[in-house]
């Protein structure tokens, strides 16, 4: 039988705690208290194990740099070897399982995962965006002496939560008052790739997604009385009371909610303050938080959610619900399509069937990526979109707008100013119908706030293509339009986009629109649109890109602004039949989306095909992409496909007589067998 292996972990802690205490820091052990913020943090996250109670890392400081800011550090030891960190297959720490669960195993097994999962509370619970999740292990070797390796990770705001690999420590003397400024100065130029952070994201759109599923079956299964859209706004509303504003506005703590039968002091008006403290900071216009008040005043108010039953009303245990599952994710910063998920994800589960909104049908943040792109949106666009739905569109064009300033402009402060302006005056979205207009205006809220010029109007009846708020009177200078209109519009929403580009005199158009509008059933509008703008690019998207939502063709067209499309123009036919994604629609399913041919790849050539044409072919054959031309006085012509050329080549004529004459042979085989059996 096998002998068990004692842990060392005493051993280990005892060898680290005695170094903290050779440089002199004010280190506390497990059951010791650090600060009240810290200790509430690491009391309100679940547990290594799942459960509820308190996460009590071996050891704990909070050290401050000569900038005078703090730096938390947490330390987990373990006591066998190989016992350090578990990573995933992309080298992160892996705490999280496929399904979007803890990883329970790993937390409890390895010190550094341990450690970055408590480093992980106080992303979530407090005001802490730069934390050292640092992890100890080791075991005795055949003569006795204790062998120990050291794992140092810093998780923040900056990587999402995940955490990076600092560097190789062999003791912890990178924590002495001495050294702790150099350490934080490496710390500091950790950077991941545009392509670690874009994984990372997608990562976290992922759990989002998940999270957001199994909120909302939580709250249909334990929570009564709670309609479609009465989650909707809470979901908003938890988050933007949770967000705060430094040194203005306080985040609502759930222990903030007394339950309370005080009248003006129920638990929905403690919410509804926050929230009107937090706009009021933003200087959202007062037209507009009146407008997201009044709407979630309605929900938040209501007697039955705030009824108190053993000392708790319905919506603490919500808000508790939705802070716990999601905070997480604002904490980290992430930019995000997020009442558009939510809007998906609480109609689409249960079914919606108003008629009006089952004609609004929000596009996935892929495609919403890929018509930003091919209307060239860069860090000076001005862009607006004329059925902006849940704003989604809007949102990518805005994240392409900051990535393209980040890597570009060098200054600070320069820079600050211009993400302040782009969220301010680069952006205008128009929604007709109130509840969705709701969802654009939180969504960019929450972003940051791009909700300045998200107008309530109808776009072709009563907009003048000026500013909403702030400026009035002035001319948006619009150069990007990007859309995915409702199609039972004119025109299948043809309509929308005659009118967006004839109030635009330069940039570029793409949008997603059903099929049949450049086949014939909104020939007047094309024309129209052709007489002063070119058609550069059509392109036939997959069947099922709105899976679950609608199953009509779509297509994308791309146009650029202010000149009349030519006879002689080249326009590029493209069958994006396969984008490299499979897609399901099962409720349940934790991924319903799977690249399995090279998608991002995919997406990449088809922006490379629209801009500089044949040269870019790479994924893609000479069968899904045609250079060809339409007559602008069709209007009817735009959906096209490569041509196949039926005239038989000499090739076709050798395969053609080789395949005959085989056959002529084995039936003269055949028949000398016959003729030989029957004795001929």
């Known amino acids: 039988m096998a002998k068990k292996i004692q842990s060392i972990e005493p051993n280990i802690a005892d060898l680290a705690n005695g170094w903290l205490k050779s440089y002199k820091l004010d280190y506390k052990l497990e059951q ?64 999280r399982t496929s399904k979007n669960k803890p990883h329970f195993k ?10 970055v999962h408590y480093a992980n509370a106080l992303l ?28 140092v ?47 990372l994201k997608e990562q976290r759109d992922k759990e989002i997604d998940q999270t957001l599923t199994q909120l909302n079956q939580h709250i249909f299964d334990n929570e009564k009385g709670i309609s479609e859209k009465d989650r909707v706004y809470l979901v908003a509303a938890s988050i933007m009371a949770t967000i705060g504003i430094p040194d203005k506005v306080a985040s609502l703590d759930k222990s903030d909610l007394k339950s309370s039968n005080e009248k003006g002091n129920a638990d929905g008006d403690i919410v509804l303050r926050k929230i009107k403290a937090f706009l009021d900071e933003r200087e959202i216009p007062t037209e ?60 689409g589960w249960l079914g919606f069937s108003q008629d009006k909104l089952n004609d609004v049908v929000l596009t996935p943040s892929y495609v919403a990526s890929l018509l930003v792109k ?140 059903q099929y ?31 899976m679950g939502k609608a199953s009509v063709q779509t297509n994308i067209y791309v146009f650029k602004i202010g000149e009349r499309h030519h006879k002689d123009e080249v326009v590029k036919f493209i069958d994006f039949s396969n984008d490299g994604y499979t897609r399901s629609n099962r409720k349940k399913s934790n991924d319903n989306l799977k690249n399995t041919d090279r998608a991002k790849e995919r997406y990449q050539e088809i922006v490379d095909l629209v801009r500089f044409g044949k040269s870019k072919l790479k994924i893609f054959t000479e069968n899904e992409y045609y250079e060809g031309y339409i007559d602008p006085n069709n209007g009817a012509d735009w959906n096209q496909s490569a041509p196949i050329d039926t005239k038989p080549t000499l090739k076709d004529f050798e395969k053609t007589v080789s395949a005959y004459l085989s056959w002529d042979i084995s039936n003269l085989l055949e028949q000398n067998t016959v003729d030989e059996e029957l004795g001929k």
């Open 374 to 513: 091919l209307a060239r949106v860069n860090k000076d666009s001005y862009v607006w979109d004329f059925a902006t739905g849940s704003a989604g569109l809007l949102v990518a064009a805005m994240n392409e707008m900051l990535n393209d300033a980040k890597n570009t402009i060098q200054s600070p402060d320069e820079l600050t100013q211009k993400e302040l302006k782009i969220k301010a005056e680069q952006l205008l979205g128009l929604e007709l119908l109130p509840d969705i207009y709701m969802l654009a205006i939180l969504n960019m809220i929450l972003m940051g706030d791009g909700s300045s010029n998200i107008l309530n109007i109808d776009s072709i009846k009563d907009f003048d293509g000026k500013y909403g708020f702030g400026k009035p009177d002035t001319i948006f200078p619009a150069d990007a339009f990007i859309l995915n209109p409702p199609y039972s519009a004119l025109g299948n929403g043809m309509n929308f986009v005659a009118k967006a580009l004839d109030m635009m005199n330069k940039g570029y158009a793409a949008i997603i629109i």
């Open 288 to 347: 507009k938080k009146n407008f997201v008040i009044r709407a979630l005043d309605n929900t938040l108010t209501t007697a039955n959610i705030n009824k108190v039953e053993n000392g708790e009303s319905q919506l603490k245990r919500i808000f508790s619900k939705i802070v716990d599952d999601l905070g997480y994710y604002y904490k980290i910063g992430l930019t995000t399509d997020f009442t558009g998920k939510l809007f998906n994800e609480m109609y």
């Open 516 to 546: 049949s509008s450049g086949s014939g059933k909104a020939v007047d509008y094309n024309k129209k649109i052709l007489s002063r703008h070119t058609l550069l690019a059509s392109i036939k998207m997959p069947l099922d890109v709105f």
């Open 124 to 151: 979530h619970h407090t005001s802490y965006t730069d934390i050292i999740a640092i992890g100890m292990t080791g075991y005795k070797d055949e003569t006795g002496e204790i062998n120990h390796e050291i794992g």
């Open 153 to 199: 990770y810093y998780v923040s705001k900056s990587n999402l939560g995940a955490g990076q690999k600092v560097d190789e420590f062999s003791d912890f003397s990178f924590l002495a008052p001495k050294n702790f400024d150099a350490f934080i100065e490496k710390v500091k130029t950790l950077q991941l790739s545009q392509e670690e952070l874009d994984k």
């Open 32 to 95: 010791e208290s650090l600060n009240t913020e810290i200790d509430k943090a690491l009391s309100d996250y679940f547990t290594k194990n799942g459960g509820t109670g308190a996460n009590r890392p071996d050891a704990k400081i909070l050290l401050q740099d000569k900038n005078l800011d703090f730096y938390p550090i947490l330390i987990e030891y373990k006591g066998y070897k190989d016992k350090l960190v578990k990573l995933d297959t992309d080298g992160q720490v892996e705490n």
């Open 106 to 115: 790993n937390i409890n097994s390895f010190a550094v995962n341990g450690a």
